[in-house]
């Protein structure tokens, strides 16, 4: 099982990509939709969050099975990161700050932010 930091990172990063790849990087809610993507990665978590809320038996079900995976790839995450090693969730975290360079850089120069006047 994952790091919440590896999920969030992970979810986030998606997020990114796909606004890169769709072009959708000029919405001043850009950031909303960046938290709101870490926080789809971290989805089958909400039963460590809510634990008396009378689904979290099902949620922490759901957790364990291959349908976790279409919250960015969650199960197979905790999958390959079984004892919560910080060098998995390193890894995900700098390919989180990548994603982030690159969409800045793409911002710069598609955006128009650099155009002389």
Same mark, same amino acid.
């Given at each position: 099982?994952?790091?919440?930091?590896?999920?969030?990172?992970?979810?986030?990063?998606?997020?990114?990509?796909?606004?890169?790849?769709?072009?959708?990087?000029?919405?001043?809610?850009?950031?909303?939709?960046?938290?709101?993507?870490?926080?789809?990665?971290?989805?089958?978590?909400?039963?460590?969050?809510?634990?008396?809320?009378?689904?979290?038996?099902?949620?922490? /079900?759901?957790?364990?099975?291959?349908? !976790?995976? =279409?919250?960015?790839?969650?199960?197979? &995450?905790? #999958? %390959?990161?079984?004892?919560?090693?910080? /060098?998995?969730?390193?890894?995900?975290? !700098?390919? =989180?700050?990548?994603?982030?360079?690159? &969409?800045? #850089? %793409?911002?710069?120069?598609?955006?128009?932010?650099?155009?002389?006047?």
């Amino acid at each position: 099982m994952s790091m919440a930091l590896a999920h969030f990172s992970i979810g986030a990063t998606f997020v990114i990509i796909g606004l890169i790849l769709t072009r959708r990087y000029t919405s001043p809610r850009l950031p909303l939709a960046i938290v709101a993507g870490g926080l789809w990665g971290m989805g089958p978590d909400v039963h460590w969050v809510i634990p008396h809320a009378g689904l979290s038996e099902r949620i922490a /079900a759901f957790h364990s099975t291959h349908w !976790a995976d =279409f919250f960015a790839f969650h199960y197979t &995450l905790d #999958v %390959v990161d079984p004892a919560n090693s910080v /060098a998995t969730t390193a890894h995900c975290l !700098a390919l =989180f700050v990548l994603a982030t360079a690159v &969409l800045s #850089v %793409v911002q710069y120069w598609d955006v128009g932010v650099h155009s002389p006047e």
